[in-house]
């Protein structure tokens, strides 16, 4: 009867009457541990699962996930760790269960110690573990880090965990950490809500970071330059005219580099400081302009992701960019063409109208395209009446102004 009381397939009794079966109830740890199985196995499933999904998204931090998880196996203790596999340096570091002052020890010796590490780092993400899959539990035991630091916590020999995440030389995990007296008690349910856990972390962080590619989607199908640039210049993504530019090699920019660089060393100064006033939100949207051997450009710099706003996250610390600035580049002559056939499908222009149309985008005038045509002005004067009617503008700045906008977003 006890082994079904264990392992959770039978209603418990009240937690202030523990079963009435021999060898139950009589001492303080057999009461404990009564407490720890009843307490694990009403853990809250929704919660928990909700937590994971709004922490994804960014709605929630790791915190309200801690702090759910560790409600659900009191007396235990809960350790997330990013760590660089290289150089076995931690780099992030959460934990419900153990002191301030434990973990403070962790992350600046003991976590190099770890005699679970190099087999974590073998270990496929999303797959659970228990200790022994790792290293032979009697030399973990033995090692410093067990019998230094994590054992003076408390008794914290067994463990069931998994990786969330790993990109090159860094990962991201997750380890529950309990008594092996309490291993019979634990390891199955532990098993069961971890393996949930692991499961939906998976989905969460994949279908948040399709929702960031998607941000990638929009800016390639703009008809200018575009770079994303996180930290130190670094180019997180540019859409395929961003690229031309940087490849042409008569342009403002150095080759394809990781790094936007300028060709001049002092725009490339006054663009990096540029860029930075942006990211940190210390300047009001404003425009750069700056010379190239092959004409002059502008550029417009806005934070899409910044520093002050970004909600922290262990998994974005250990992984992301930090903050991200968009940089748009206009070059002063040149304007993408807007397309003939939507100028007729859009506004019913004829073909005269249409041919005026894209010579005013191109910058010139009704007096030149009169002379370069051989048509008088007084047709042309009605070909432009008729254009601004059809369009429903009533300025040829205004008329300008749309077409302007039109071809910017329709290649």
Known sequence: MKQFYERGRLPMPPLSSPPATPGW?????????????????????NSLISCIYDLARGRAGWDNFLDTLAAAFPGCAIMVSGDDLVTG????????????????AYVT?????????????????????????????????DSPYYSEWLGRQGRFDAATGFVVLRSGARQLAIELRYGVEDERLVRDRAGTILGDAAFHFHHALESARAAKDYLGNVVDDLAFPVFLLGADMRVVYANHHADALRRSGTGPFLGDRAVLRATDGVVDSHLRDFVSRAAARRSSTSIFAFDSPNG??????RPVVSASEATYQLHEALFDSGPITMLIVHGASGMPALPADMLWRAFGLTEAETELAEAMLGGGTVAEYAQARLVSKQTLRNQLVGLMRKTGTHRQAELVGLLTRLALTSA
């Open 296 to 301: 002059r450009y502008f550029a417009i710099a």
């Open 89 to 104: 340096r931690n780099l992030v570091f959460a934990q419900r269960g153990l002191s301030p002052s434990a973990a403070a």
């Open 25 to 45: 109830g009589q001492a303080d740890e057999n009461t404990a541990r009564h407490f720890l199985v009843r307490r694990v196995s009403n853990y809250p499933y």
């Open 109 to 141: 010796h003991y976590a190099r110690l770890n005699p679970w590490r190099e087999a974590l780092g073998n270990w496929p993400p999303g797959h659970l573990y228990q200790d022994e899959d790792l290293a032979e539990r009697g030399q973990a035991l």
